[in-house]
């Protein structure tokens, strides 16, 4: 049942509630979509997905505010202080790699996406498939060559970027 993402009758949509404890989001968004990454990867994804929900900022902010009810009564005490300002350091550095790791990842599948999509495509210019990884000179080659071909193509269209009309009279 761990690999079958809608397994059984107590398996609801977005509608009805729960299933053997996993809410919908987790079970239908997050599970089929991570099943196959490592342990790290699962976990670091996971992190994102619920750190991004309305819940958790609402979770933070009633932390928050408890933390500053807990300072007043305690007279924000120095060594209360520097625990917090730890702690919200250590949360942010972590954020900081749990965020990039996961965009990391969609980033490269969205590249060998795009690369695929040039290698279908008969008239598109394989050259530009893993230009990501090209040196600067090549990237500003690939630029230029592209602003030519959008002039040439603007010239041949007859457009010259001017209208016709002009823009500021009153209608």
């Known amino acids: 049942m761990r690999g079958d993402a809608r397994a059984g009758?107590?398996?609801t949509g977005p509608s009805g509630g729960r299933s053997g404890?996993?809410?919908w989001a987790q079970r239908d968004r997050i599970v089929p979509k991570t099943r196959q990454l490592s342990f790290n990867s699962r976990l670091l994804f996971r992190i994102d997905h619920y750190t991004s929900l309305p819940g958790a900022a609402l979770v933070v902010g009633v932390l928050l505010m408890?933390?500053?009810?807990?300072?007043?009564v305690l007279g924000f005490r120095s060594g209360w202080l520097t625990a917090?300002?730890?702690?919200?350091?250590?949360?942010?550095?972590?954020?900081?790699?749990?965020?990039q790791h996961t965009q990391g990842r969609e980033q490269a599948a969205t590249q060998r996406k795009l690369d695929e999509l040039l290698r279908a495509l008969p008239e598109a210019e394989s050259g530009l498939m893993?230009?990501?990884?090209?040196?600067?000179?090549e990237m500003r080659d690939v630029e230029q060559d592209?602003?030519?071909s959008r002039e040439q193509?603007?010239?041949?269209a007859g457009l010259t970027g001017e209208t016709t009309t002009p823009v500021d009279e009153p209608v």
């Open 153 to 156: 193509a603007v010239e041949d």
């Open 130 to 137: 893993m230009l990501e990884e090209a040196s600067d000179d």
């Open 21 to 23: 404890g996993r809410s």
């Open 66 to 72: 408890g933390a500053v009810v807990v300072g007043v």
């Open 146 to 148: 592209q602003r030519e």
């Open 9 to 11: 009758p107590e398996a």
């Open 84 to 99: 917090f300002e730890s702690g919200t350091s250590v949360v942010t550095l972590m954020m900081l790699f749990v965020i």
